[in-house]
């Protein structure tokens, strides 16, 4: 993998808006990494608040060679089935040694792919994520916690959870800079600290 990361950004109809700004911007900006937003045919999605979002690149064909990691954003499509194609592009990219990550929906399509078979996990829900995504291999792994989890290169998030989810993305794609991804998890954890 190369020293300057690839990201794709899987985006489908009516994404949860508060769930990539965190990773999307500081990947880009504070580590470098390159972004390419994906949508279903590489058109336009339009997001729960109504901004409208163009894909750089088609969901369905993505190689998995072209990513280092992908990050699935939520959805209330992904329940419905929507863009299957992001299962395969998953598998491959893990199967390339890459991150794979979802938050809210988007675990939907890592549990029904067997992406969370063996491996420890969170979403919005057990419940939630059992009757989205079925019956699914792993779910004795599921955790509830309000927090990002991650398990090796395989990262998991409530929709309430983009800080931690950024920070866990980061620390899988980025071991090197450990130190870096510290700095911004006080960052973000400041905020929080101040409201209490």
Sequence with gaps: MSENKRMGLVLIEAFA?????????????????????????????TSMAGARIAGEAALEGA??????????????????????????????????????????GGTVALARSGLLEGRTHTSNGRKWLREAAGSYAGAEHYRDTP????DGPVVTAPGTAPATFAIAMLEAMLPGRAEQVGQMRAMMAAEHAAAG
Excluded: H, M, N
């Design 63 to 104: 190689k998995a060679e072209s990513y280092d990691a992908l990050a699935l954003i939520g959805s209330d499509r992904w329940e419905q089935g929507a863009a299957t194609p992001a299962d395969d592009l998953a598998r491959d990219v893990l199967e390339r040694g890459g991150t794979v990550g979802a938050i809210c």
């Design 147 to 150: 927090a990002a989890v991650r």
């Design 17 to 45: 808006d508060w769930e990539y700004g965190l990773l999307a911007a500081s990947a880009v900006a504070w580590f470098g990494c390159s972004l390419t937003v994906l949508t279903p045919g590489a058109g336009i999605v």
